[in-house]
């Protein structure tokens, strides 16, 4: 009988979605350890038992896999944030390629899927992010005493640390974390009960910017660059976080669309444009629909500069789609849909099966959720998958970015 505390020695023989290095134990429960690679016999400290997995910590690695390599952040294994720093980079890539076809057969049910049509690799593994976000907390320092700081929480989910610097963060952003902290606004935020987080973002021009709490609508915008097309970006609104991953994904998805013979395109989930600015200019129709009023109101500037034929409406896309399904003619359609990391809603799928739209490209951050919409709207076997690209756009952490092309039975 296994008991917390409990000392094991086991083979690891795949990674899990989030990173997890996976193991069995004679008895058949599978075992989650954080910190291995593939290959690996490591001696394991059971943490926590549950009824159909159990989790544990590395106490030795007795046999290292050759993709195993020296962590660069020192707080690697009690940050959080990044799972793989501990692998070859070629290595991650090939577990979030397995990652994504496991979730599409477990969750969608998919048993044929089509080849990736790409498995695109960051051209950066570290200095990437154009937005880091710091938790605010009490920090008992040997010289300064009790003072608040900024950081992340550790893995127990309860200790922070304070962060100086982000590995995976611009450099402009490391630079100007200090800046912020000590700023006339960092000194008022820390006199909050309590104080907000500090959010800091930079822009591909070399702006950076920072606030405290909720991005606040009377700081300027910044000005974005991607595929070759300018972007005006509310600070508070959503903006890709990896630019050279995100430019590759934006153009891959607009090769698809050329393609195909659509006269229409429905951005759902639009955000400032991204999509729309940067697609063909020779559809008929382009409508845009986003819920967030300032992301609206970008989308509105950023099209108006290229005088592009579209329409923005700001209502969320729950709402919306429906109408805007029901005026253009199905087999004319392409629908994006570009939902946040809790996918579609219920309705949204329901509008799609019912619509039909003859081509259907989803966008997401999330393979599980990805996975369960899929199934959904193929359920009835009017769409089948047609093309299938991962992008890493967040190397290092657990996280990716799938595109998927949707072809009708028409």
Known sequence: M????????????????????VARTEDGPVIFVPGTAIGETVEVVICEIKKSYIRGKVAKVLSPSPDRVEPPFRHFGRCGGCVYQHLEYRAELAAKQKQLLDLLHRIGGFSDLPPLDCCFASPKLYGYRNKLRLEPFVA???QQGVRLSYGYCLTDNQTFFTVRECPLAMPVINRNIAKAVHSAWGKQNARKKPPAPLTLRASSTGDCQFYFGKAPVNISWLREELCGQEFSVPLGSFW?????????????????????QAKVFVDAYSGVGTF?????????????????RQAGEAAAHNLGKLSLGCRIIKDS?????????RQFPAAETLVLLD???????????????HARPAHLFYVSCNPSTLAR???????????????????????????FETAVALQSGQ
Not at 252 to 260: C, D, G, Y
Not at 339 to 353: H, N, S, Y
Request: charged fraction near 25%; proline fraction near 4%; charge should be negative.
């Open 240 to 260: 890709q976080v990896n630019p050279e991953v995100a430019a590759e994904l934006v153009s891959r998805v607009h090769r698809w669309a050329k393609e195909l």
């Open 373 to 399: 919409d899929l199934k959904a709207l193929c359920a009835d076997g009017y769409y089948r998958l047609d093309k299938l690209a991962l992008f890493d756009m967040f190397p290092r952490t657990a996280h």
């Open 140 to 142: 008992l320092e040997a």
């Open 2 to 21: 296994l008991s917390v505390g409990n000392t094991l020695t086991v083979d690891i023989t795949d990674l899990a979605f989030g990173g997890d290095g």
């Open 317 to 325: 896309t729950e709402h919306a789609l429906p109408g805007v399904l």
């Open 339 to 353: 939902p946040p990391r809790t996918g579609c809603q219920g309705k949204v799928l329901e509008a799609l099966r």
């Open 276 to 292: 729309s600015l940067t697609g063909k200019k020779d559809y008929v129709e382009r409508v845009l629909i986003e819920n967030d």
